[in-house]
DNA sequence: CGCTAGATTGAGGTCAATCAACGGGTGTGG
DNA sequence: CCACACCCGTTGATTGACCTCAATCTAGCG
């Protein structure tokens, strides 16, 4: 459960020219962030916070899988997000400066940035094209969370596995029947509204389509089956996507 | 079904600085800004704009009731967000420069505020205020995305409701045991997730707790009784969060 | 080798959805 | 002014998808 610093002041303007976030900031400014951040590996498990914490980092996910949840009086617990490499964890907190509305914990062993999160909002105040990264990072994340709340809603639990697996096979690029699953099975379950049991049952409808399923690795029977479970959102991030290749048209 | 233009050019730089995206703007801009703007009344029924359909305008309610809803190829539809006075519509897909990720209907009659989307975008881009008011607005209703995600899937039928009721009593501000419904029940159940016959059915379990219901008139029998659905979320916009009148503690 | 955490499987229960019928207000047209 | 239709909301009966609880299995690990 310990953590590493593995450089307390990075001192690499490099690695954050390389984030989203940081694209295209003034040399002045990457020197000066890159004095305040600090980069350090965390062990599965470590809670990063907790809900209605203030809030006092700013966190970028650079390898690795955050977890944000929510619980409730009765113990339940759901996952809201799972962040991935470059991803900006709880972001419009930080910049409203509103305790953190969920809490976050380290889902898979990671390496993340944080910034102190006065310095952040500063720097936001400061540098118009830093508040535009910014606002193309909230905006994205938004963007994930409408199509989420649609998938939670309108889709039934086959249609949220279909949805979920699409994505992992788009994301992953290569065009592959390999699927890996990135995170443990109850974290997708939750982050898919639904128990554990509930994806293990649905995961096995799709072995009786032609899936094959050894603990996280899945082959999938065809290319293409997946591409029913596709939608105009989904079909933006897919390299296929009107050419000849897409099946759906 | 007709909606008229009540300013096609509005020339209005006031109307603008009461909004707050648009607040602390230099004179020049508010004034380009209000020669490219449109102000104009929408019946209820009116659709704005489609899913998927690439973003023309940017919009923001001035008054009145719109709807963000998705529908499937099933033909069942979700509210996703209901948008009232000084919020904006759909701003991250504007600014993004993407299709609309969802549908927009008035949900009652509404004065709207539209700019042609390129120019937001490029104003955005120009000036660091607005850039930065933009990112306040797209946090809040981040935040408030989060927050909803949290509701539909921590909470029962009754909690949500109780919790839609509370909000509302909360932002009528004046201390009162009257409530009203601001647009049709069909459209509270959808965005509460569920279908109209059960939020009937809930509002009958408040009827049972003393609550009187009469079409869209509610009348608490208690200021207090619905702060037992309260969250952190919610009590920060209530103005007896943290003072002696608060039964919470 | 036993221990534990994660994942699977089965049986049973439940909350909310579905299907269907009805009521009451509103608007329209004769 | 009344008759009719229509929409919205309500109510009842039934269904079903998913959850809950509990037992079992599996894989990693000291």
Chains 1, 2 share one sequence.
């Not at 102190?116 to 909230?138: D, K, Q, S, W, Y």
């Not at 992992?168 to 639904?194: N, Q």
Request: aromatic share 6%; net charge neutral; with cysteine.
């Amino acid at each position: 459960m310990k953590s590493s610093i593995i450089k307390k002041q990075s001192g690499e303007k490099s690695m954050l020219t390389s984030l989203p976030l940081f694209a295209g900031l003034p040399d002045v400014l990457l020197e000066k962030l890159s004095e305040v951040s600090q980069v350090r590996e965390y062990k599965k498990g470590k809670l990063l916070f907790l809900e209605n914490e203030p809030c006092s980092r700013f966190y970028i996910v650079l390898s690795g899988w955050v977890k944000l949840f929510k619980g409730n009086a009765t113990g339940e617990e759901t996952v809201l997000q799972m962040l991935g490499a470059n991803e900006t964890i709880a972001e419009s907190a930080v910049f409203l400066g509103v305790p953190y509305p969920a809490s976050a914990q380290v889902a898979e062993d990671s390496v993340l940035l944080s910034i102190p999160a006065p310095i952040i909002r500063e720097e936001i105040r400061n540098n118009g094209i830093l508040a535009l990264n910014m606002v193309t990072c909230i905006s994205k994340h938004s963007q994930s969370m409408i199509h989420q709340i649609e998938a939670t809603r309108l889709k039934s639990a086959v249609e949220r596995v279909g949805w979920f697996l699409l994505k992992l096979a788009i994301e992953s690029k290569h065009v592959s029947k390999e699927i890996r699953l990135p995170y443990d099975k109850a974290m997708i379950a939750s982050f898919l509204a639904m128990t554990p049991e509930t994806f293990s049952r649905t995961l096995k409808q799709f072995k009786d389509r032609g899936f094959k399923i050894e603990s996280d690795a899945v082959t999938l029977p065809d290319i293409n089956v997946l591409c029913t479970f596709c939608d105009e959102e989904t079909a933006s991030h897919c390299n296929r996507h009107e050419t000849a290749e897409c099946p759906i048209k």
